[in-house]
Every structure is written in C-alpha cells, then in structure tokens.
C-alpha cells in the first residue's frame, strides 16, 4: 500500500494519494485544491486513477475536483447526506473570499458499511457524522482516513453549517473502538495513531466534551 499527503490550499487540507504498489491503481482523498498539483503527483508515481473518495463537501477538500476530473473522468464517491453542501461550493467559497470552481456532480453514493476498492486493497465506509451531515471515514488495512473528525490532539469544528456536536460525539467513540494500533491519517495536520488520541486527546481522554450530560 502505498499512501502520500499532499498538503494543499490557503486551509493546508491533506489530500491523500493511496494506491497498491501492485497493479498501481490507485485513488485521491479529498482533493481540496491545487489540481495541477494532485495531477502531477499520480503522474509522477505512474498510478492510474481510478477514482475519487470524499469524506465530506467542505470547501477545503473538495476545490480541486473540478481541475482532477478534466485530467481523467474518474467517479466522485460522496455520502448523499453531503449533497447540500457539495452543490454550494462555490457560495462556501465566497464566504471566506475564495473563488472555488464547482465541481462536477457526484457518481457514486457512500453508504455506513460499503466496500470501496483500489486495486487488491478495499477499505469500510464508516458514517462518522457530526463535522458535515455525510462525513465518512475509510478503514482498512491498519489505517483509516479520518476526514475532520479526528486530529492529533484535536477534533473536527461543530460550529459551522450542518454540523452536530451530539453527533460527532458519537462517531468519535466509533474511530476510538477501532484498534490502537490503527494509523489515523487525517484531513488536517500530522497523522496519528488510535491509542495515541485514546491516551492524549481531550475528546476522547474525557478531559474535554462536546456537549453535557
């Protein structure tokens, strides 16, 4: 397996180029911005792309859809729930004085419990609501791409549009049952490790909550 941040945009999202070494398929996470970017580091790595995954339709990790899929007419998979966001992109921009090219429309619906596959590799969609409506996580193979639910020390904003405190407060207990060893890579700042937020994280520590009993 074979997994690379690109670290883009003015919001310094992590899209995520994952592939298996083998048949060198492979698939972009959450291509936020800089789509000459993202382009060139498949290009650069020889993988065919074959798709793209989204964890949620924030500005932020969905801005450079538009650039990859003129390159290559690859399938947009997007929880349904998160339709209403992803059709404003362009009005989320121009609240924080960004022009952002509306991406084409989504092909594929996520659902809690689909299998998603890159080449021999397949990973489960976890429906972790509570940063949008339709977040999800992909986990497999030892990791999960997280999204904005979970960072290293941190937790993904509940005050903006569509958000839910009570409902991020769940999913985070769903990502914390998965195994300690589980390698977090999440859609802001440095990856992690499950054990390591269970230990240190405020949010998952008890230190800290979303909402009150």
């Given at each position: ?79 349904p729930a998160d339709r209403p966001l992803y059709d404003r992109v362009t009005e989320q921009g121009t609240f924080y004085g960004l022009q952002i090219e509306a991406p084409p ?109």
């Amino acid at each position: 397996m074979f997994v690379r941040a690109e670290t883009v945009g003015p919001f310094a999202e992590n899209c995520y180029l994952l592939a298996d070494e083998q048949t060198r398929n492979a698939v972009l996470i959450d291509p936020g911005d800089e789509g000459a970017r993202l382009i060139a580091a498949v290009e650069r790595g020889g993988f065919t792309l074959g798709a793209l995954w989204i964890t949620h339709a924030h500005i932020d990790h969905v801005g450079g859809i538009a650039a990859v899929k003129r390159r290559w007419d690859v399938p947009v998979f997007l929880h349904p729930a998160d339709r209403p966001l992803y059709d404003r992109v362009t009005e989320q921009g121009t609240f924080y004085g960004l022009q952002i090219e509306a991406p084409p429309g989504p092909d594929r619906d996520l659902a809690e419990g689909d299998v998603v596959q890159v080449g021999g590799l397949s990973f489960r969609v976890m429906h972790v609501p509570g940063h949008a409506p339709g977040h999800v996580a992909f986990a497999g193979h030892g990791v999960v791409f997280g999204g904005d639910c979970l960072f290293a020390g941190s937790i993904g904003r509940t005050d903006l549009p569509l958000s839910d405190p009570r409902a991020l407060q769940q999913s985070l207990g769903r990502l914390a049952a998965l195994p300690p060893e589980t390698v977090v890579y999440a859609g802001h700042g440095p990856a992690t490790t499950i054990g390591e937020e269970i230990r240190t994280n405020p949010f998952l520590t008890g230190a800290a909550r979303l909402i009150s009993r």
